[in-house]
């Protein structure tokens, strides 16, 4: 996306191919928009675990199923949205990754992964599925070492 | 990148040296069999030398969380060598660094087993 350009957006499968495809793409948007290179890791790492959640645990590899994947410039914000068709997620079923209980869990970490790296993080219910906007500030303080809370 | 692993012993611990990217997929897949594969054969002090993985996602860290809790169930250790900067904040930020038993060096690691 150059930098003249305000909006971008994929229609993608339900597929692993889809969740590398993703990570590419931010990785390549957030590098032209100008994040140094922790933000573009944090950025394309926030990708990936939202492409994930859209694929495996919404549309659950459903070949019907599609996840729409939309990259918007607003001001100083970079602004990624990631829609699936799922059933949805409920917020609340989602333990604290870091309480000492869950530690050694295996899996859980995507959510908390994205609200550390990425300014804002809002999961929603939208008319098909679960809607995940994750928000960036262009010019933004650096969320190295951040730690964010569940 | 996808993961590419080679194991080697040294003073009767397997050093396995992974390179690429421990991503859902093919990469947490690899990391699995390698040390299921160790585990079967009776190799339970395992070390994993990450210093060629350049990139771990969610899915990557629960590989790591599981062939940590799979070789402690069958009374071995495994620990983890020569983290990248990376994958060390991602294992400082979900606190897993307390978990692990990390080195930053083969020999020390080497003789750290019991």
Redesign the interface.
């Known amino acids: 996306m150059a930098m003249t350009e305000q909006r971008v957006s994929y229609t993608l499968d339900s597929s ?1 191919e889809t ?1 590398d495809s993703a990570e590419e793409k931010a990785t390549i948007i957030a590098t032209e928009l100008g994040f140094g290179d922790d933000e573009v ?1 944090q950025i394309s ?1 926030a990708v ?2 939202g492409a ?1 959640n859209a694929v ?1 645990h919404g549309n659950a590899y459903a070949p019907d199923k599609k996840v729409i994947l939309a990259f918007e410039r607003i001001g100083e914000e970079l602004v990624i949205t990631i829609r699936d068709q799922g059933k949805g997620l409920d917020l609340s079923k989602i333990p604290n ?2 309480a000492p209980e869950n ?5 859980g ?2 959510i ?2 994205m609200r ?1 790296f990425m300014d804002v993080v809002e999961i929603r219910p939208s008319q098909t599925g679960t809607e995940l906007k994750l928000i960036k500030r262009v010019h933004g303080p650096t969320a ?2 951040k ?1 964010a809370s569940q | 990148m996808s993961m590419k692993v080679g194991s080697r012993q040294v003073d009767g611990v397997t050093i396995v040296d992974c390179s690429g990217r421990i ?3 093919e990469g947490s897949v690899v990391l699995r069999d390698t040390v299921r594969d160790l585990l079967a054969k009776g190799n339970k002090k395992i070390v994993l030398n990450l210093q060629d993985v350049n990139y771990i ?3 990557g ?3 790591l ?2 062939a ?2 799979t070789t402690k169930n069958q009374v071995g250790e495994l620990k983890l060598l020569n983290l990248t900067k ?1 994958v060390n ?2 294992l400082q ?4 660094y ?2 692990f038993d990390v080195k930053d060096d083969e020999a020390s690691a080497v003789k750290s087993f019991k």
């Open positions: 692993l969740i890791m790492m990936r675990e994930v495996l990754p870091l530690l050694l869990k295996t899996s970490r995507g908390f992964l550390s190295g070492g730690e | 991503t859902l997929g996602d969610s899915s860290i629960g590989e969380v599981s940590f809790t990376k904040d991602l930020i979900t606190k897993l307390t978990v």
